[in-house]
């Protein structure tokens, strides 16, 4: 399950492990212009994680999904669009 708020500044999607026991705590998720902010709870250390991604780096793990083993790099023809 997930959940969708857009705010005046950014989209924060909320992931909600509804699945089968032991759950993991929810995954929020903050997209703002420039980056793309992962935060997550830690019980055992009573403190929330947080990944702060460049809008490059978010290219390449939504690519990096689909693509086999190896090591890739985007490369810019030049073209726009």
Do not use: W
Request: with cysteine; aromatic share 8%.
């Amino acid at each position: 399950m997930f959940t969708i708020e857009h705010e005046f500044d950014c989209t924060t999607v909320t992931l909600v492990d509804d699945g089968k026991a032991p759950l993991k705590e929810d995954v929020v998720i903050h997209a703002f212009d420039d980056a793309v902010v992962v935060e997550q709870y830690d019980e055992r250390e009573d403190r929330v994680n947080r990944v702060t991604l460049s809008m490059a780096q978010l290219r390449d793990l939504q690519a990096a999904l689909d693509l086999p083993e190896g090591s890739y790099r985007f490369v810019d023809d030049g073209a726009d669009g």
